[in-house]
């Protein structure tokens, strides 16, 4: 696959005719037979039984005997049970975070909660001549240190939040640096509220960090990088 997203070699043919197969046995619940597959998909009778066949020794699709339809089988579940909605998050926010690369030149995280942490899924940290950290797609920030963390705790529903919360206090996460106390955190996640992006200010490392809440249904949160002397820069400009 080149940088533009074209193909660097020329495609299986057979692969994407099978795939075509499947996306019309999906469509038809009853099943269909070869004859209705090739006239829906444009294909040879002949191409399409000999696909069917293949796909049925995989396990994929399965013949009826009575009226020599094809139905697909549970197996096809395999094909899709290893996708998590995080995944479709980073190719959205990949073409996204280029655009905001070149207007703003800090390096921005997309990041998820997993658990009691936030994930970066997708980074501009690599591209950005202002970043000192180069691999962090994967990195898991601490939620009640960081932006990204705080901004999703303000802004996801109560009982979630207080679920996480729990969490964290049960593991003894919450008797670090300054977020020591639920009314303290409260306190915060308000103002995060109000302000409509979280903060964080050396509590987790010697730089600042802003997140944003851009998510609909709490899929995720954004968020960039300031070095503390570029940060005083900014506030004085404005």
Known sequence: MRDDGSAAYKTVRGLSRGLLLLKLLNKFDGGATPGLLAEFS????????RLLETLQEEGFVRRSRSDDSFRLTINVRQLSD?????????????????????????????????????????????FSRLSFHRAMVGRRLPLLLTASGL?????????????????????????????????????????????GYG????????????????????????????????????RDDH
């Open 42 to 49: 444009g294909l040879h009778r002949t191409t399409v039984r």
């Open 82 to 126: 290893g996708f998590r909605d995080e995944h479709w998050i980073s190719a959205l926010a990949t073409p996204l975070l280029g655009e905001l690369l070149r207007e703003v030149q800090w390096p921005t995280d997309i990041t998820t909660l997993d658990v009691d942490a936030m994930v970066v899924r997708e980074t501009t940290h690599r």
């Open 151 to 195: 901004t999703w705790l303000a802004f996801a529903p109560d009982a979630e939040r207080d679920a996480i919360v729990s969490m964290l206090a049960a593991v003894r996460k919450l008797s670090i640096s300054w977020p020591a106390n639920r009314k303290r955190l409260a306190a915060i996640l308000a103002r995060t509220r109000q302000n």
């Open 199 to 234: 903060e964080n200010f050396r509590g987790w490392r010697q730089e600042e960090k802003i997140a944003l809440d851009r998510r609909a249904g709490l899929q995720s949160a954004a968020g960039y990088r300031l070095p503390e002397p570029g940060l005083y820069r900014q």
